[in-house]
């Protein structure tokens, strides 16, 4: 599980990329046991779906964002 905390005007999903990276970096096991990213639709971007799967094979369930 990983987890971190900023100022309410920075980024999710740049922060999401981040802490994927920290993660690989600083706990590798972690990242080879996990199975699925859960995330709200803040983190809903194609790059970081695709980094998910295709880097490391990680299912992101993540709530899509839809204009109404």
Partial sequence: MGYSVTKAA???VIEGHRMLKQLVENQPE???KAETL???K???DTKLIVACWDDYRIKPV???YLER
């Fill in 42 to 44: 803040a983190y809903d």
């Fill in 30 to 32: 972690i990242m080879e």
């Fill in 10 to 12: 920075e980024s999710d």
């Fill in 62 to 64: 993540i709530d899509i």
């Fill in 38 to 40: 859960a995330a709200d």
